[in-house]
């Protein structure tokens, strides 16, 4: 990768360099799916913490089980709308068109929450779930088509972009976290004349700008883009399909199986937005050399270990070659990975009864995370290319999203039962959901065989 060597004008990707061998499409994908992401993940850093700030501190002053629940909800709605979103490209729009367009919503969406009032903040998340469902999946739509069938580069170009996604997010909650959270900002806000107390919106509108910058470095670079039309996949429903064969189904059913695992991986895994986010203002130190890091900022840790991770990980399998388990006993370990994470909460939470705890205990929790989102999240992804009958590959890629969401509105639920000053309360929130990975794992560990020779039915 390049990225090295030209440092600011590679933030915009606005350079007709292919990127380390890639198709030059890939250099636009990769830098629109940066900021879009910088733009989601740095609203996402700061929407809990907004939520519950008390009214006079310029926040809405909601009680945690609202903001859990409101949080819950959102992300939930943001990942369901990638399953229309992907159908209106099919259909009437097509990919690079329903980008543009879900970008500018996007957009919209920010700067709407840029502005102090409930009405202006229900509308950005609104405008936000409808242009992400544009924009998400269509854009990973157009990576694809980067290639043509049987290209070796494909799966690495995925991965590249999937490091385009990570390095938006490691960004976003420190710019977005910064401009909301610190002193220094808002010492800086009230020097102006502005109201310190108005800083979240600071933080939503520098989203707003990230999307603006990703939505530019797309216009830029249309020309290099694969074709924009619909699919034409009006006219293939409208003919007859022949029904799908009983070891189509079979895959299916396997596949489904799995779907419902990663539901309570995601809904685990989400925490770091919600209850994690009050954890780490609440209950951990955050002090560097004497000056208090914004909470936010330890939402940077997940996407820094992916990008630390990832790399390995594919190095691993590759390594392993045919030796590697399975998709379903990837998933089993993922599910215990991110079981320990929940587990080390519980000591974690117990600390806190005698003061803030250290930061190296979330860095350690964000760790098990990541291994166990690189254990779940590329793999199966790739499973849903690779078993899915070619015909509903895009419909199974939507139930994949629909489980991921799912998820988020169980993350929501769960983090409604933080409360700062009752350790035991936090015990038992993160205990609970350890055991229940723990099981799940165990079930999905023992039910594997019979998964994967369902999974490996051919024709
Ligand atoms: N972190 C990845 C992204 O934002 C995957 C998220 C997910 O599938 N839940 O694209």
Same mark, same amino acid.
């Given at each position: ?21 890639? +198709? ?31 009214? &006079? ?49 996007? &957009? ?40 043509? +069938? ?54 939503? &509108? ?9 939505? &530019? ?243």
């Amino acid at each position: 990768m390049q990225l090295d060597a030209t440092a600011p004008r590679v933030l915009v990707g606005d350079d007709a360099q292919p990127l380390a061998g890639h +198709p030059p499409g890939l250099r636009t994908l990769f830098f629109a799916e940066m900021w879009e992401r910088f733009s989601y993940y740095g609203m996402r850093a700061i929407l809990v913490l907004f939520m519950v700030t008390p009214v &006079a501190q310029g926040g809405l002053g909601f009680s945690t089980v609202d903001a859990a629940s409101l949080y819950g909800t959102y992300t939930m709605l943001v990942y369901m709308a990638s399953v229309g979103g992907g159908l209106i490209a099919d259909r009437f729009l097509g990919a690079a068109r329903s980008v543009f367009v879900g970008g500018i919503i996007i &957009a919209c969406g920010h700067f709407s929450m840029a502005a102090h009032s409930l009405t202006f903040f229900y509308t950005g998340l609104g405008l936000i779930v409808i242009g992400t469902g544009l924009l998400k999946p269509n854009i990973s739509t157009m990576v694809g088509s980067l290639y043509a +069938p049987g290209d070796p580069r494909r799966d690495s170009g995925f991965s590249l972009f999937y490091m385009g996604i990570n390095i938006g997010a490691v960004m976003a909650p420190l710019v977005c976290g910064w401009l909301a959270e610190s002193s220094t900002f808002k010492d800086w806000l009230a020097a102006r004349g502005f109201n310190p107390a108005y800083s979240w919106h600071w933080g939503f &509108a520098a989203a707003g700008v990230g999307m603006l910058v990703g939505l &530019a470095v797309f216009a830029r670079n249309r020309a290099r883009l694969p074709s924009a039309g619909p699919t034409g996949r009006i006219s293939e429903a409208a003919t007859p399909q022949p029904p799908l064969t009983r070891n189509e189904m079979m895959r299916i059913v396997a596949i489904t199986i799995l779907f419902a695992f990663t539901i309570m991986f995601w809904s685990a895994y989400e925490q770091k937005g919600a209850s994690l986010n009050l954890f780490a203002r609440d209950l951990v130190e955050r002090s560097l050399f004497g000056w208090d890091f914004p909470a936010s900022w330890l939402q940077s840790l997940t996407p820094l270990y992916v990008i630390l991770l990832a790399p390995i990980f594919a190095r691993l399998w590759i390594g392993m070659g045919d030796r590697q388990p399975t998709s379903s006993r990837k998933f089993a370990l993922g599910l215990f990975a991110i079981g320990i994470a929940m587990f080390l909460l519980v000591p974690a939470s117990a600390l806190t009864a005698d003061g803030k705890i250290s930061p190296m205990w979330l860095v350690a929790v964000y760790f098990f995370d990541v291994v166990g989102e690189l254990l779940v999240s590329p793999v199966g992804l790739s499973m849903v290319t690779r078993l899915s009958p070619a015909k509903i590959v895009g419909l199974m890629m939507g139930a994949w999203f629909f489980a991921t969401s799912l998820g988020n509105k169980l993350a929501g639920y769960f983090s409604g039962f933080f409360v700062a000053n009752d350790p035991g309360a936090l015990m038992r929130l993160y205990g609970g959901i350890a055991v229940m990975l723990m099981v799940g794992s165990f079930v999905l560990a023992l039910a594997a065989k019979k998964i994967d020779r369902m999974a490996e039915a051919k024709d």
